[in-house]
């Protein structure tokens, strides 16, 4: 260790700072990161922070809707999905349960896409009624399962299931 | 040998282990298939590296709390290890998000504020570098530690708080039991190789941070400008 300078008190080492000032730095620092947490985490957010809308948000953005560039998130409707191969078009209605929306994605779809599944899609409403989107995002949930008995590995693979 | 070398060792054993099980033993995912398996290393990343920060963050208060360069070497030895888990971890989410999502990487707020913890953490990283002198970069970063660390619980509640295109948490209910063993043997392998890694990185930080002091006036930063004629 080198010898404090003569001007500077000997637990302050050469350029720092005492203990004492080291210490309000301390309950300074965690002070405001507490706040911070704090305030991130009991300001409701939920205007500015949006992922994606659901059905009812989008129609209840009225004509602000149209042309944006949003991102529409729901269910898959049951008995709705129509892939088209040839086309490389798809068409589905997504629902939060209580409003509908129809969806035209271009391009394959995730394998995991299905009836019933959970989806997010980027793009526009048009006056028609149609959501028009090149972006389609499968949400996958927290739950992790074996397949059940008598499923073939190769199944899982099957590209929009049960519409071979 | 030194503790940590056995530490690294049960570690790397565990994650041979945990992931033979999770890639041979254990069956594939109902929906993803074998693309599944990716969870027995994505989420033990995750845990770990949240865990990691906690370190840091606890080695920031005793490096302000004490004064002493142990603490200190601590928060460098961490933080290091904390960015790369979070990278690793950003980096295993693209993989797996392509073939299930359908994308590498969306504006979801778990993956934003991931983005932002490895930002965050790269910039106590980046502000221990451009200071040279001991006493003060140990307080400058032991403060901008904290701050940053305000970023691992946002990041763990993100699920919650907002609506993701990231599942929320899972637990033992919603993990079949034959996946629950390889994602918890594979994360304790994972947990104790970066214990290993903590503690290799901390001898050396220690080091250098104690040669240093041995000479205030001409940290290695400073000299090595003087070396290359930059200095004026």
């Known amino acids: 260790m080198s010898e404090p300078t ?37 300001v409701d957010m939920s205007e500015n922070l949006v992922y994606f809308w659901e059905p009812r948000e989008l129609y209840a953005a009225g004509d602000d809707a149209y042309g944006a560039q949003i991102r529409l998130g729901g269910l898959v409707k049951e008995g709705t999905l129509q892939w088209d191969e040839g086309a490389q078009e798809l068409k589905m209605v997504v629902t939060d349960g209580q409003a509908d929306v129809t969806v035209h994605a271009t391009g394959a779809p995730p394998q995991m896409l299905r009836e019933g599944i959970g989806v997010v899609v980027e793009g526009t409403m048009t006056k028609e009624g149609v959501f028009k989107t090149d972006r389609l995002m499968v949400k996958h949930s927290n739950e992790y399962r074996a397949p059940q008995e008598g499923v073939e590995t190769k199944e899982l693979y099957k590209t929009v299931e049960g519409l071979e | 040998m030194k503790w940590e070398n056995w530490v690294g060792l049960l570690g790397l054993a565990l994650i041979t282990v945990g992931h033979y099980q999770g890639l041979f033993v254990a069956p594939p995912e109902a929906m993803m298939g074998d693309v599944g398996r990716i969870l027995y290393a994505h989420v033990p990343t995750a845990w770990v590296a949240l865990v990691v920060y906690l370190v840091a963050f606890v080695a920031a208060v005793g490096s302000l709390g004490t004064g002493r360069r142990g603490w200190d070497a601590m928060v460098e030895s961490a933080v290091e290890v904390g960015v790369v888990l979070n990278l690793l971890l950003l980096f295993q989410g693209a993989v797996w998000a392509k073939p299930t999502w359908g994308v590498f990487w969306t504006w979801d707020p778990r993956l934003t504020t991931t983005a932002i913890m490895a930002v965050s953490f790269i910039g106590v990283l980046v502000l ?12 400058a970063s032991a403060v901008y530690t904290i701050f940053a660390f305000v970023s691992v619980p946002v990041v763990y509640f993100s699920v919650k708080w ?21 994602l918890r043997v594979a994360a304790f392998g994972m947990l104790f190789l970066a214990v290993f890694f903590m503690a290799r990185r901390w001898r050396l930080a220690y080091a250098k941070l104690s040669r240093e002091d041995e000479a205030p006036d001409l940290p290695p930063a400073a000299a090595a400008i003087q070396l290359e004629g930059g200095g004026s």
């Open chain 2, 128 to 139: 221990r570098a451009m200071l040279t002198r001991p006493a003060q970069r140990a307080v």
């Open chain 2, 162 to 182: 907002w609506k993701t295109l990231h599942q929320p948490f899972s637990s033992p209910e919603t993990v079949d039991s034959p996946m629950v063993t390889p």
């Open chain 1, 6 to 42: 003569p001007s500077s008190p000997a637990a302050t080492p050469p350029g720092g700072l005492s203990a004492r000032q080291r210490r309000t730095f301390l309950v300074g620092s965690v002070l405001v990161a507490l706040l911070a947490l704090g305030g991130i985490a009991s």
